[in-house]
Nanobody, 121 residues
Framework: QVQLVESGGGSVQPGGSLRLSCAAS????????MGWYRQAPGKGRELVAL???????NYADSVKDRFTISRDNAKNTVYLQMNSLKPEDTAVYYC???????????????WGQGTQVTVSS
């Protein structure tokens, strides 16, 4: 069993910054890709950013050049630095991780509980 615990959400004015963190713990042998998704009211969940175990990254076009995803493999933690925030970035942000179980070595996908990000003046 693996738990993903997110932190760092909150309210900010347009143009502001926030940093999200997500720490994975439990029966982990290794972690493959980690990422952030978001879901705005009345909309489906969408990919924000992904980072591979080797550090390769992918971003949604809407956040390129504003958001930066990074990870600390020693801490099993992924971060999302969000700059130049816009009202349309308002959503619940979910952490995602694909973890290989330390006992069976089977790869499972896990989700965090979500953290609210609100951008408003």
């Amino acid at each position: 069993q693996v738990q993903l615990v997110e932190s760092g959400g909150g309210s900010v004015q347009p143009g502001g910054s926030l940093r999200l963190s997500c720490a994975a713990s439990g029966s982990i042998f290794s972690i493959d890709a980690m990422g952030w998704y978001r879901q705005a009211p009345g909309k489906g969940r969408e990919l924000v950013a992904l980072i591979s175990s080797g550090g390769s990254t992918n971003y949604a076009d809407s956040v390129k050049d504003r958001f930066t995803i990074s990870r600390d493999n020693a801490k099993n933690t992924v971060y999302l630095q969000m700059n130049s925030l816009k009202p349309e970035d308002t959503a619940v942000y979910y952490c995602n991780a694909r973890c290989r179980d330390s006992g069976s070595y089977v790869l499972y996908e896990y989700w965090g509980q979500g953290t609210q990000v609100t951008v408003s003046s």
